[in-house]
């Protein structure tokens, strides 16, 4: 395997990985560290929006026929993506046409038309996009999540903004917003696959990306936590959605990533565990799993499952007694920390293996950590880490304030004495 990512800064300042791969493709991806959770309320949506127009043309490629004739021609592919902290553009294309795809994503990103029109089209888009979120089940319970226990924009639609204010944002706003917003000191450029000059490919990023401005851009990193317990009534619906969430225990930065894939170990056997009595031995559910949400600064972990209404408190029930008893006598053993190993080197094959997934790896590690990340390295933490590292780092896991986060029919259950009584 041929892993030797290197890291270059342009000369405005703008930080580059390069990540040689034995492959016949190359993937680029070039991203702002701004998204959803840096807009005012009356800029929901706007950045989202902006992903938009900037993928719709510019004086060299005015529409979207003539950008996938490009693309086509040079077998390459291209898309945009908005998230709560980054905006994002990426594709992936033939070795040898690397700097076609650098060229033609820096030329988006500066030269974009933001024709009046084409806005209007895809404000029309934008809000269809905006209603079909609005009716996933799912994404009614991130967003029943967002308001009620982390504030409204944390994880929401509320990315896509709302009728409101899609419906208000001007050309010119956008145009500012960006301004604003875009910088080559929250930038990050990623190339993995097939790099056959690392020269040229730096010259061409230079050139591409040169004209990116230098200015500081704030990043909103606070996320509110109000913990309680929560129902979103949907009497119309036979099943409860349910999420337990604690705080995490240790600080997500790189001086705790020890004690942080420790606790990950013991939530990984806890999981499993719950998950065989919930599904295999009483049949009250058809899947479990852990569930995390959070930033680079401030997280939580708990337990996310479905179930039907007549079945909720004995689920509750089973969660925190089998929760208790592996906590307080956890027989995790080293050969289920050296099966983990195992299972996950295939985990790791799936990202080592894909060019688009080991931008997106190293350039997550980089934001948060400020470094790239070294695999061999990692992969010895995972191999040192002992039953007792597991079962000490692990200690305060439910001391948090919790949140009990339910979403549909009704029911009768005290779903926070239930916990407190079978906590024990």
Not at 32 to 53: A, V
Not at 389 to 418: C, K, V, W
Request: aromatic letters at 12%; proline letters at 4%.
């Amino acid at each position: 395997m041929q892993y030797n990512p290197t890291l270059h800064k342009l000369s405005n300042g703008v930080t580059v990985i390069l990540d040689p791969m034995d492959l016949e493709t190359t993937a680029v991806r070039v991203s702002f560290s701004t998204g959803s959770r840096d807009e005012l309320p009356h800029e929901y949506g706007l950045t989202h929006f902006c992903e938009h127009m900037l993928c719709k043309g510019t004086p060299r490629f005015p529409n979207k026929r003539a950008i996938d004739d490009y693309m086509d021609y040079h077998g390459g592919t291209r898309n945009a993506s908005t998230g709560r902290s980054s905006l994002s553009f990426f594709g992936r294309i033939l070795a040898q046409n690397v700097n076609i795809l650098i060229d033609y994503i820096g030329d988006q990103i500066q030269n974009s038309l933001f024709e009046p029109a084409k806005i209007e089209i895809e404000r029309s888009v934008i809000c269809d996009e905006l209603r079909r979120a609005l009716d996933n089940p799912s994404r009614q319970f991130s967003d029943f999540m967002s308001s009620q226990v982390f504030g409204n924009s944390t994880f929401s639609t509320l990315n896509l903004g709302t009728l409101e204010t899609i419906n208000s944002f001007t050309r010119d706003q956008m145009l500012e917003f960006l301004s604003r917003r875009l910088s080559a000191k929250n930038c990050i450029i990623g190339v993995s696959g097939r790099i056959l000059d690392s020269a040229s490919v730096l010259e061409q990023l230079e050139k591409s990306f040169s004209f990116l401005p230098t200015h500081d851009v704030s990043e909103n990193t606070y996320i509110p936590y109000s913990p309680g317990i929560y129902h979103n009534s949907q009497p119309d619906k036979k099943n409860v959605q349910l999420c337990i969430l604690f705080p995490e225990i240790w600080p997500a930065d790189f001086a705790h990533y020890y004690n942080n894939i420790s606790v990950g170990r013991f939530e990984r056997y806890m999981n499993k565990q719950i998950a065989d009595v919930l599904r295999q031995d009483n049949g009250l559910v058809y899947g479990f799993s852990g569930f995390d949400i959070g930033n680079e600064h401030h997280g939580w972990n708990g337990f996310i499952t479905e179930t039907s209404a007549s079945n909720i408190s004995q689920v509750v029930a089973l969660i925190a007694q089998n929760a208790y008893r592996i906590y307080n006598t956890p027989d995790i053993t080293s050969d289920d920390l050296d099966r983990y190993n195992r299972k996950d080197a295939l985990g790791d094959a799936d990202w080592l293996e894909s060019s688009t997934r080991r931008c997106d790896k190293l350039m997550g590690f980089y934001r948060t950590h400020g470094r790239i990340y070294d695999f061999y390295w990692a992969n010895s933490q995972f191999n040192k880490i002992t039953v007792a590292d597991t079962i000490e780092n692990s200690r305060g896991y439910f001391s948090g304030p919790m949140s009990i986060i339910t979403q549909g029919a009704d029911f009768e259950a005290d779903l926070r004495a239930i916990w407190d009584e079978n906590l024990k």
